[in-house]
């Protein structure tokens, strides 16, 4: 590959990078609470900048409880468990 080819391919990339990042998924709370099967108190305390919609960051951290996902890991491989 030449010069402008690389050039044209990474200018390319990086713009469909832009583009995806700028797409931000919301959702109500209502829909929240529905998805996460938590209370309302608990999809409101996930509402961090208060603007009551749900964006993919905080349903992250509203349903995956840290060490969640290496527990179930670990007790599903027969590898020990952590302490």
Same mark, same amino acid.
């Given at each position: 590959?030449? !010069? &402008? *080819? #690389?050039? !044209?391919?990474? #200018? !390319?990339?990086? %713009?469909? +990078?832009?583009?995806? @990042?700028?797409?931000?998924?919301?959702? *109500? #709370?209502?829909?929240?609470?529905?998805? /996460? %099967?938590? /209370?309302?108190?608990? @999809?409101? +305390?996930?509402?961090?900048?208060?603007? &009551? #919609?749900?964006?993919?960051?905080?349903? $992250?951290?509203? *349903?995956?409880?840290?060490?969640?996902?290496? +527990?179930? $890991? *670990?007790? &599903? /491989?027969?590898?020990?468990? &952590?302490?």
């Amino acid at each position: 590959m030449n !010069t &402008r *080819t #690389l050039f !044209t391919l990474l #200018l !390319t990339m990086m %713009s469909g +990078a832009a583009i995806a @990042v700028d797409k931000v998924q919301f959702m *109500t #709370l209502d829909e929240a609470q529905q998805a /996460s %099967s938590k /209370s309302a108190e608990e @999809v409101r +305390a996930a509402d961090i900048n208060g603007d &009551r #919609l749900i964006d993919t960051v905080e349903f $992250a951290a509203l *349903t995956v409880a840290p060490g969640d996902a290496p +527990a179930d $890991a *670990t007790e &599903r /491989s027969g590898a020990p468990a &952590r302490e």
